[in-house]
DNA sequence: CGGGTTTTCCAAAGCGCTTTGAAAGAGGTT
DNA sequence: AACCTCTTTCAAAGCGCTTTGGAAAACCCG
């Protein structure tokens, strides 16, 4: 069922047909309702391509992923991103595609996506420090919002993130002021912005109150569950042993918290644990208690304000670049506890 | 820059450009150099709304999350199943689109999909038990691959599906034989064909060795970490605990594990737990030694096996469907022993 | 060199929609 | 009744590509 055969059905003209469908007021209330009763009885939709051929506009918003080459890892954060950015899409009618891209060719990438117009603008995902995707997206000239923020890039454009330095500033101060001394920072990979702005942030804690930072306690890598538990095995069987650790991902803190177990040491008495805690919906972090005393921010309420954003930078394409900082709360959990002496 | 524009440029008609870069044979080898090489060097590429419009197909494939109403989680798993998809997507040139669909308006959904014409197939996720999507979308005649499967729909469809009830059987015997008696089953929602699977599986085990299913020991909900926590520390206080633990997922795997350390006891000695494990690319299952055993089958792998049966489909739709079953292995790890006298 | 074959290229139609510019019809005024 | 103004409807062009049905050019061979 098309538009032609639904105005002939109707003996209407297109036009017409697609008036009265599409809200335009030069049509009457009588035919409008006569024209929307069939469609609806017929089962009729727009052909989504041939609408976006003649409107320019393809109702439909892309997330790139880059997928790095040697660490080919889906972020676990993702999918909770989406649901929430989907949530918006669908309220406003709007397609969700994805781009699963090759680091290595991102650069032809983006141009293909929007000389190919599949989108009518596109989420950016993972921005690294001086990410070069800023200048290129902002060249092309295609709406974006970035997740996240670039360091070092000095363009405007559009971002939501949430506080990384201050949250983390924030952790390791409340563990400083707990007694502690030796903090094990747990971090993502560094050349991402956001684990960059985190070790910032736990650094200017330690500078705040005199104390030097420890490359022994300071290790980075992709947030999954084993490295967790490797970088805090090893770490406790130093001679000066942290007796806290900061770490970026729940997912980490868990293998944490196994290393410490299996060491024979308890959780809050022994050594204290505080993770950034992104609200992933299959891994709430406990539910009236905290089981980690927590950074905590929805990653899902990241991506509605993401995709809120990126639709009214197309709706409105001369509008400045805006911009969302969200803050973390700290949230007092079953893990952190003055430190041991 | 649109292909008009770029025969204007070669002083040659839209056709001969077109079949030049589409790799028709009746243009001269010469020419169609000249043509690629233009191409190349004006960074053209076709509008992929108005190639879909005149081909009829659109080089992209839809996934259809079910976003329920209640419970609304994104699957883990969701993540690396795209990953795995992905990867043969893009290889072939398909691009991905997401739909998060609400659970109510399923049924218009499909029929939305299929005649807005975005996609040339979908991927069905989470099949729940006689599930109508099957059928619906049979009669719709869009190509589609189940990743799961249905018990009750009798329609011949395409599936990819891991063997959940044999992987449970056999894990449950592999208990059984480690002299466990009492087994905890926490399995996913039961309504969703995997986990109905399951919990046959595990019965069937129980049978075989004249042993009768005890509901108190059998949970079915979402996989989160606080189900399996909350799950194992009530049933471990019950007066005839259960000395095993059967798991859907190695996230609720981790809950239980947080509920054997809080009640003093330890892994594989005091209490086992056997997991499905997914191989999410986050929560490795250990390293050189796994730290559940475990029912292990890669979900990536799975989206790359069922992308491919989408994609050739496609190419050849009077195909009759096909099907896929994978075997999970049976991993030896931390988290078995014998059961305790 | 003329006729047939093959190769190379092209004009134009069509995919399903929106939108411009204009015409027809209805209603009101003198 | 003639004129004007809204309102309602329409025919046709256009979005950027593919593809059909030919035509022109090049080639081959007796």
Same mark, same amino acid.
């Given at each position: 069922m098309n538009l032609k055969q639904l105005s002939e059905h109707l003996k209407l003209s297109q036009t017409t047909v697609s008036r009265a469908l599409n809200g335009y007021p030069e049509v009457s209330e009588a035919t409008r309702q006569r024209v929307l009763k069939a469609a609806q009885d017929l089962n009729y939709r727009p052909n989504t391509r041939a609408k976006g051929l003649a409107t320019g506009r393809s109702m439909a918003i892309g997330h790139v992923i880059p997928v790095s080459t040697q660490h080919e890892m889906v972020n676990p954060v993702f999918g909770d991103f989406i649901a929430g950015a989907g949530e918006i899409y669908s309220r406003e009618g709007y397609d969700m595609v994805l781009s699963l891209i090759a %680091? !290595? %060719?991102? @650069?032809? @990438?983006?141009q293909d996506i929007r000389s190919r117009g599949m989108v009518d603008g596109i989420i950016v995902h993972g921005p690294v420090i001086n990410d070069v995707r800023i200048a290129m997206l902002s060249r092309i /000239?295609? &709406?974006? $919002? $970035?997740? /996240? !923020?670039?360091? %070092?890039? *000095?363009? &405007?454009?559009?971002? $939501? %993130? $949430? *506080? *990384? !330095?201050g949250a983390f500033e924030r952790g390791t101060q409340f563990l400083i002021e707990l007694g502690h001394r030796r903090i094990g920072l747990l971090n993502g990979l560094e050349h991402m912005d956001y684990a960059f702005r985190r070790r910032s942030g736990y650094e200017r804690a330690l500078a705040a109150q005199g104390l030097a930072p420890d490359p022994a306690l300071m290790r980075s890598a992709e947030m999954t569950e084993i490295y967790g538990y490797r970088a805090a095995r090893e770490m406790l069987m130093l001679g000066d042993a942290p007796t806290a650790f900061l770490c970026s991902s729940i997912i980490t803190a868990i293998g944490v918290r196994r290393a410490v177990h299996e060491a024979g040491l308890t959780l809050a008495r022994d050594v204290s644990v505080i993770t950034f805690d992104d609200e992933l919906s299959y891994l709430q972090n406990g539910d009236d208690v905290p089981i980690f005393t927590a950074l905590r921010s929805s990653v899902r309420q990241a991506g509605r304000q993401a995709a809120d954003m990126l639709l009214s930078l197309i709706a409105r394409p001369k509008d400045a670049p805006g911009s969302q900082l969200l803050e973390a709360d700290l949230i007092i959990g079953r893990s952190t506890g003055p430190a041991p002496r």
């Amino acid at each position: 069922m098309n538009l032609k055969q639904l105005s002939e059905h109707l003996k209407l003209s297109q036009t017409t047909v697609s008036r009265a469908l599409n809200g335009y007021p030069e049509v009457s209330e009588a035919t409008r309702q006569r024209v929307l009763k069939a469609a609806q009885d017929l089962n009729y939709r727009p052909n989504t391509r041939a609408k976006g051929l003649a409107t320019g506009r393809s109702m439909a918003i892309g997330h790139v992923i880059p997928v790095s080459t040697q660490h080919e890892m889906v972020n676990p954060v993702f999918g909770d991103f989406i649901a929430g950015a989907g949530e918006i899409y669908s309220r406003e009618g709007y397609d969700m595609v994805l781009s699963l891209i090759a %680091d !290595r %060719d991102e @650069a032809s @990438a983006y141009q293909d996506i929007r000389s190919r117009g599949m989108v009518d603008g596109i989420i950016v995902h993972g921005p690294v420090i001086n990410d070069v995707r800023i200048a290129m997206l902002s060249r092309i /000239g295609l &709406p974006f $919002v $970035v997740h /996240g !923020r670039s360091t %070092d890039v *000095n363009l &405007p454009y559009s971002w $939501v %993130d $949430v *506080n *990384n !330095r201050g949250a983390f500033e924030r952790g390791t101060q409340f563990l400083i002021e707990l007694g502690h001394r030796r903090i094990g920072l747990l971090n993502g990979l560094e050349h991402m912005d956001y684990a960059f702005r985190r070790r910032s942030g736990y650094e200017r804690a330690l500078a705040a109150q005199g104390l030097a930072p420890d490359p022994a306690l300071m290790r980075s890598a992709e947030m999954t569950e084993i490295y967790g538990y490797r970088a805090a095995r090893e770490m406790l069987m130093l001679g000066d042993a942290p007796t806290a650790f900061l770490c970026s991902s729940i997912i980490t803190a868990i293998g944490v918290r196994r290393a410490v177990h299996e060491a024979g040491l308890t959780l809050a008495r022994d050594v204290s644990v505080i993770t950034f805690d992104d609200e992933l919906s299959y891994l709430q972090n406990g539910d009236d208690v905290p089981i980690f005393t927590a950074l905590r921010s929805s990653v899902r309420q990241a991506g509605r304000q993401a995709a809120d954003m990126l639709l009214s930078l197309i709706a409105r394409p001369k509008d400045a670049p805006g911009s969302q900082l969200l803050e973390a709360d700290l949230i007092i959990g079953r893990s952190t506890g003055p430190a041991p002496r």
